[in-house]
């Protein structure tokens, strides 16, 4: 199974190191045709703004929304922060880009407040034994989520991680802090 990691901008690079760190192949995922050489697919935190004007100009958008509908071999994707933003069903807030639609959740752009506003947190997530440490940057929060959704992690009562088919979704980066559990869950 190669992975590839959505390298418009962003934090793609921390993404790229716990893959090689678990050992899995992965590529940086910038065109259509890079997609086809990919089973999973990463979209990191970054600028949503940025990435969605990327994933429009490029067609990997596009790309994305085709592939995981693929009844033969569906994409799985996980979107972090930003990745998150664009993967929902509607993202609000200042600026909110235009999203893929591909999970049934709305997600406030920025919600936990600016850089400064940034902080670490530890979460029990379903299906890992220990707490994983994780970073809230410039975060946005799930603020509704549809039916038949797995809500995998709460932070303060509110979804954090959620998960519908093959598409996951997080609000937080543990990427960046040396942690491959979630990773390894995705992929399993």
Do not use: W
């Not at 590839?4 to 045709?33: I, N």
């Amino acid at each position: 199974m190669v992975t590839g990691v959505l390298a418009f901008q962003g934090d793609f690079a921390e993404h790229l190191q716990v893959l090689s760190r678990m050992h899995m192949p992965s590529v940086e995922v910038r065109t259509k045709d890079d997609m086809s050489k990919i089973d999973a697919l990463i979209i990191p935190g970054g600028e949503s703004t940025v990435i969605a004007k990327f994933l429009e100009e490029t067609g990997v958008g596009r790309e994305i929304q085709k592939r995981i509908k693929n009844v033969k071999h569906p994409l799985r994707v996980y979107g972090t922060c930003a990745g998150a933003i664009v993967l929902a069903r509607k993202a609000t807030g200042k600026n909110a880009p235009k999203t893929l639609g591909l999970i049934d959740a709305v997600v406030d752009r920025n919600a936990y407040g600016t850089q400064v506003d940034s902080f670490e947190a530890e979460l029990k997530i379903s299906g890992i034994r220990k707490p994983v440490p994780v970073a809230f940057i410039r975060a946005p929060k799930i603020v509704s989520v549809g039916k038949g959704l797995e809500i995998l992690s709460r932070f303060r009562g509110e979804p954090v991680l959620i998960r519908q088919g093959n598409v996951m979704i997080g609000t937080f980066h543990a990427e960046v802090r040396d942690c491959t559990d979630i990773h390894r869950m995705f992929l399993a």
